[in-house]
């Protein structure tokens, strides 16, 4: 028999032994990958059935810009709980996509900070001090308890209520406000772009730490 030889388009990495791989090798996204499943069982892409889902409404669309706009970022806050519902503190601490620091617990705790921040475009005065202190402490500070977890709701609801009474007190969505001269209708787009991002960034946690998809 002739003796068999690799195929010659095949790389450098493809014959590296798996043991030559060590950004692989204990990677447990790689090697632990939990079953897919849905909590819905209508509609197999979704996270809930319709009856469950708080984001379902029947009847028409908000009318007007202003209630559009407000209605598409409640359902993004909602989404962003909906991925943490059920988990352990350790579940929700869990950094599953490394190499990255997020967590859903992290998540929670980011957009809190971010609520905050959002304050300081509507004036002048001097900015709020962050909710955890130095930069990126809401992601690397994270810690599987469930003292932390309640936190992280409580400053949650307590910043997202806070900013949205002072954004409330604009009327006109053109008008600009703060140094930076930043329009109410931009930071209101903003905000919706900010959970948009971040309800993505769940949805991968999520899939990685119980298997659980759905839109």
Not at 60 to 74: C, N, W
Not at 135 to 153: G, S
């Amino acid at each position: 028999m002739p003796e068999q030889t690799e195929s010659p388009d095949r790389t450098d990495a493809d014959r590296l032994d798996r043991t030559d791989r060590p950004d692989q090798t204990d990677d447990p996204v790689q090697t632990d990958r939990p079953e897919r499943w849905t909590g819905s069982t209508v509609y197999p892409d979704m996270w809930a059935d319709p009856d469950d889902d708080p984001r379902n409404s029947e009847g028409p669309s908000p009318d007007g810009e202003l209630p559009t706009l407000q209605d598409y970022l409640k359902d993004y806050r909602l989404t962003l709980r909906m991925k943490c519902e059920g988990l352990t503190p350790e579940q929700l601490a869990r950094r599953s996509v490394p190499p990255s620091t997020m967590s859903l617990l992290g998540l929670l705790r980011h957009l809190a900070e971010v609520e905050r921040d959002w304050r300081n475009w509507l004036t002048e005065d001097e900015p709020l001090p962050k909710l955890y202190g130095a930069r990126d402490a809401d992601f690397d500070d994270v810690r599987p308890e469930q003292a932390m977890v309640d936190a992280a709701y409580a400053d949650l609801e307590r910043e997202q209520r806070a900013t949205d009474e002072a954004v409330h007190a604009f009327t006109d969505l053109g008008e600009r406000v703060g140094r930076d001269r930043v329009s109410i209708r931009e930071l209101l787009v903003h905000r919706i772009e900010e959970y948009a991002r971040h309800c993505g960034h769940a949805d991968l946690l999520r899939e990685c730490v119980d298997g659980r998809v759905g839109q």
